[in-house]
C-alpha cells in the first residue's frame, strides 16, 4: 500500500469503475479526496462510501467547472493530483453517427476534460500530477467507437502540451490508457447487458493476457503516475493486457 497521508487529490469521474476504485485506494492509503461524478445514483452510492466529499458536478458545462475550481479552492486549498477521468462513449458505425451524439462525446470527453484541466492546474502544487484517461481505442480503429477513439486521441494530444507547458512548475502531466476493463457498464454506458456481456467475451478472446482488466488494475497504474513515476511526463501508460501493443491473442500461444 502506498503511503499517501498528507496527500489530496481530485478526481473527476470518480463515483462508479475506474474512478472509483482510485479514489478507495487513495482513500485507504491516507489521501484526502474529492470525487465528482455526474449521475445522481452514482454520486449518491459514492456518497455513501466515500463521505461528504462526493460532488454533483458536469463536465460538460462550464459553469460546474468553475464551481468545483471553487469547491477545491476552498476545501482542500491546493491538490498533488488531479485525475480526469469523466467520459462517455456509444457504441455508433459511422452511418449512425449524428451531430448531436459527436457534440455530445466531444463535450465531455475532450471539451470538458481540456476546461477542467484549464481551472484545475493552477491549483496542484509545484511537483504535483495531473492524470487523463484515454482509451486504446484511440489507436485500435475498432469498429463502431469512430467518435469516441478521435475525442480520447485529442485528449491524449492535449496532455502532451500541457505537460510541456506545465514544467516550469514541475507538474507532470500523463495519461492512462485502459483497454477492456471490467467496470458496470464496460465502458458504454448506452450498450444493453446482453451487448455488455459480448463487449466482455470480446475483450477475453482476444486480450494477450487471456482476461480483461479490473478497475483496480487502472487505479494503481493512475496511483503511480502521480506519485512514484517522478522522472515521467508527457507519456501515455497503457493498462490494456498487451492488447495495444502488437502482442499475439491468447489462442496463438495456448499450450
Do not use: C, W
Not at 63 to 92: P, S, W
Not at 140 to 157: E, F, H, L, R, W
Not at 168 to 183: A, E, K, W
Amino acid at each position: 500500500m502506498t503511503d499517501l497521508r498528507g496527500k489530496r487529490a481530485v478526481i473527476v469521474g470518480g463515483t462508479h469503475g475506474i474512478g472509483l476504485a482510485t479514489a478507495k485506494l487513495m482513500r485507504a492509503g491516507g489521501a484526502e479526496v474529492l470525487v465528482t461524478g455526474r449521475d445522481a445514483g452514482n454520486v449518491a452510492a459514492a456518497r455513501a462510501e466515500l463521505g461528504d466529499r462526493v460532488v454533483s458536478s458536469d463536465i460538460a458545462d462550464l459553469a460546474a467547472i468553475d464551481a468545483l475550481a471553487g469547491r477545491v479552492r476552498g476545501e482542500l486549498e491546493a491538490v498533488d493530483l488531479v485525475f480526469i477521468n469523466a467520459g462517455v462513449a456509444d457504441l455508433e458505425p459511422i452511418e449512425r453517427v449524428t451531430a448531436g451524439s459527436y457534440d455530445r462525446t466531444f463535450a465531455i470527453n475532450t471539451r470538458g476534460a481540456f476546461f477542467t484541466a484549464q481551472r484545475l492546474a493552477p491549483l496542484v502544487r509545484e511537483g504535483g500530477a495531473i492524470v487523463f484517461t484515454t482509451s486504446i481505442a484511440s489507436i485500435t480503429g475498432t469498429p463502431g467507437m469512430a467518435v469516441y477513439s478521435a475525442s480520447k486521441a485529442a485528449v491524449g494530444a492535449f496532455a502532451r502540451v500541457l505537460a510541456a507547458e506545465l514544467l516550469p512548475r514541475r507538474v507532470r502531466v500523463n495519461t492512462v490508457s485502459p483497454g477492456f476493463i471490467r467496470t458496470p457498464t464496460m465502458g458504454t454506458a448506452s450498450s444493453s447487458p446482453a451487448e455488455r456481456a459480448a463487449f466482455e467475451a470480446e475483450g477475453d478472446a482476444i486480450t494477450p493476457m487471456g482476461r480483461i482488466g479490473t478497475p483496480e488494475e487502472v487505479a494503481q497504474a493512475v496511483v503511480f503516475l502521480a506519485f512514484a513515476a517522478t522522472f515521467t511526463t508527457g507519456t501515455e501508460l497503457y493498462v490494456d493486457g498487451g492488447l495495444g501493443q502488437g502482442l499475439p491473442p491468447p489462442q496463438a500461444h495456448a499450450s
